[in-house]
């Protein structure tokens, strides 16, 4: 008897097009680079800016799908994910560093979220944390070990408003690593739904020293459009592939 389809209604995916294992870049444009890492890859979805690859890596199956930008199209995504039967969610993204000592093309592997975002308070109260699972924050860490690049651990934050500002004092003072906008949501709903979630995450700016996202000319290479930031987002791309492997492995 054939097995229904079952069809998502955002990510516009099946039974069967998803792995257990999933990265999740924000950029759409970014999935495609991450299926270039795998053994085998091919598109399965695209509908509404998520786009879905799923292939094979080491024997592993592999899928990457965008999340888009912040909280609520990251929880879509990933609950419609964990229906078609993900169970390990790893976040590949950018990050704008907190700390003073931390450069632009820096990597990131956090450990916990501060939730400033309002949709993982629409699933449990704020004192509920949101934090990463320690198995896929362990693999990241050892398939991070032969790394040229300078790796930060710990907690960092998510924010919904990208442009709203605020006084960031107590996060730097907290010893918060740096500001995403994904991965509260991401870590508070994984515990919810009893499966992993990790992150890992090219630093693309300093707030503490007035590097940040901005407006730029022509031609400028600012941002993530650094080369630096760009060689550390390939890096974090091998990482979390590598990771998988480990898990898989284990």
């Not at 400033?116 to 924050?137: H, L, N």
């Amino acid at each position: 008897m054939s097995v229904r389809k079952r069809i998502q209604p955002h990510i516009m995916c099946g039974v069967g097009d998803v792995a257990e294992y999933v990265l999740l870049p924000g950029d759409p444009r970014r999935v495609e680079r991450i299926a270039s890492f795998f053994d085998e890859a091919k598109k399965v979805a695209d509908y509404r800016g998520f786009i879905t690859y799923t292939g094979r890596v080491g024997g592993v199956g592999i899928t990457a799908c965008s999340t888009g930008i912040g909280c609520p199209s990251t929880a879509i995504v990933e609950e419609e994910l964990i229906k078609l039967g993900a169970k390990t969610l790893i976040r590949v993204g950018t990050t704008g560093a907190y700390q003073p000592d931390m450069e632009v093309g820096d990597l990131v592997i956090a450990t916990g979220a501060v939730r400033s975002d309002g949709t993982s308070r629409a699933y449990v109260p704020i004192e509920y944390p949101a934090v990463a699972d320690f198995d896929v924050v362990s693999a990241l860490l050892a398939a991070s070990s032969g790394c040229a690049l300078k790796i930060h651990k710990g907690i960092i934050q998510s924010s919904d408003a990208f442009y709203a500002g605020g006084d960031m004092t107590w996060l730097t003072e907290g010893n918060v690593l740096s500001v995403e906008m994904e991965s509260s949501t991401l870590f508070t709903l994984a515990s919810l739904r009893r499966v992993r979630a990790g992150t890992i995450l090219a630093v693309d700016g300093n707030l503490t020293r007035n590097i940040q996202k901005g407006e730029f000319d022509s031609g400028e290479k600012t941002g993530e459009l650094d080369a630096r930031v760009q060689r550390a987002i390939d890096e974090e791309i091998k990482i979390a592939v590598g990771a998988v492997k480990l898990l898989a492995s284990r």
